[in-house]
């Protein structure tokens, strides 16, 4: 059983950047690939971001592309999920996932373990 725990969520402006982290208690951790999902009020969960095991290759959605960033230090068992420029539509429980295989994923439902979520609210 793997356990990951969100945080970094908050209330920003508009603009605002804000980063989260997920830390991982597996102790193989830096064989998963690990994604971040959102989910707004009223929406389906959405994919994020996800990175493979090695950090090496990275993918996003188009609604985040060029705004944030995923990362990983294996050495923490924690992988982030860095976002700039944040909007209003931006705003949704952010969770973070992880699969026992090793390669990213855009699909929810191949991951494995997922955390309680963090909100994030950005106001405009």
């Known amino acids: 059983q793997v356990q990951l725990v969100e945080s970094g969520g908050g209330l920003v402006q508009a603009g605002d950047s804000l980063r989260l982290s997920c830390a991982a208690s597996?102790?193989?951790?830096?064989?998963?690939?690990m994604g971040w999902f959102r989910q707004a009020p009223g929406k389906e969960r959405e994919f994020v971001a996800t990175?493979?095991?090695?950090?090496?290759?990275?993918y996003y959605a188009d609604s985040v592309k060029g705004r944030f960033t995923i990362s990983r230090d294996n050495g923490k068992n924690t992988v982030y999920l860095q976002m700039n420029s944040l909007n209003s539509e931006d705003t949704a429980v952010y969770y973070c996932?992880?699969?026992?295989?090793?390669?990213?994923?855009?699909?929810?439902?191949?991951?494995?373990?997922w955390g309680q979520g963090t909100q994030v609210t950005v106001s405009s």
């Open positions: 996932a992880g699969r026992w295989s090793g390669r990213p994923d855009y699909y929810g439902s191949n991951y494995d373990w």
């Open positions: 990175i493979n095991w090695k950090g090496s290759s990275t």
């Open positions: 597996g102790r193989t951790f830096s064989s998963y690939a």
